[in-house]
Nanobody, 121 residues
Framework: QVQLVESGGGLVQAGGSLRLSCAAS????????AGWFRQAPGKEREFVAT????????DYTDSVKGRFTISRDNAENMVYLQMNSLKSEDTAVYYC??????????????WGQGTQVTVSS
């Protein structure tokens, strides 16, 4: 298991930017893929972005392609989500996760506590 702590959420106007950070504990983190998911009120948790253990492969849900960028720094045990051109529909609690590369919640075994992102229109 890996311990994950997200930060960087907040309130931003539509069109603005935020950078989410995820700090991981444990040397095993670099062995796992990492992902960002989000959950809006009354909705299920949904996939946002994933990055392979090496950082060589990434994938995004269609609604954020061209606006969000996932990256990682294995030397620092960090994962990032740069979010640009934010829209009101991006409002949600954002979760960092570690596990198997992919889009499914079930593929990830470690989760952070989440950070709130609110985009005002």
């Amino acid at each position: 298991q890996v311990q994950l702590v997200e930060s960087g959420g907040g309130l931003v106007q539509a069109g603005g930017s935020l950078r989410l950070s995820c700090a991981a504990s444990g040397r095993t983190f670099r062995r796992y893929a990492a992902g960002w998911f989000r959950q809006a009120p009354g909705k299920e948790r949904e996939f946002v972005a994933t990055i392979s253990w090496s950082g060589g492969s990434t994938d995004y849900t269609d609604s954020v392609k061209g606006r969000f960028t996932i990256s990682r720094d294995n030397a620092e045990n960090m994962v990032y989500l740069q979010m640009n051109s934010l829209k009101s529909e991006d409002t949600a609690v954002y979760y960092c996760a570690a596990g198997s590369y992919g889009v499914y919640v079930q593929g990830y075994h470690s989760w952070g506590q989440g950070t709130q992102v609110t985009v005002s229109s």
